[in-house]
């Protein structure tokens, strides 16, 4: 069973930029399709990205689309996030996924693995 630790979290001014990591251990990462949501408070568990299990397909949420990219490395068993332009409307806590199954998209409900999360703090 895959272990995924989220990094990368911090405060960051409008505007600016964060990277994430996610580190899985424990399983064969190529054989996991990874992805990322976020969580404000009071609000629902909400897609920002993913992408499947040989990296050929990714998919980013609309609000991140032009600002955020997603990429992973199966030498470190590493997946990212490069967040731009961040918005004030970006903060939350950041969890790291992860599935068995060959998925770009879905619900939280489809993904197995989770991380702990990375809090992601926008201030203006």
Partial sequence: QVQL??????????????????????GTFKTYSMAWFRQAPGLEREFVAAIN???????????????????????KNTMTLQMNSLQLDDTAVYYCAATERNRWTG???????????????VSS
């Avoid at 619900?107 to 703090?121: A, C, F, K, N, S």
């Fill in 5 to 26: 630790t989220e990094s990368g979290g911090g405060v960051v001014q409008a505007g600016g930029s964060l990277r994430l990591s996610c580190e899985a251990s424990g």
């Fill in 107 to 121: 619900p939280p409900r489809h993904w197995d693995y989770w991380g702990q999360g990375t809090q992601v703090t």
């Fill in 53 to 75: 299990r040989n990296g050929d397909t990714t998919n980013i949420r609309d609000s991140g689309k032009g600002r955020f990219a997603i990429s992973r490395d199966s030498a």
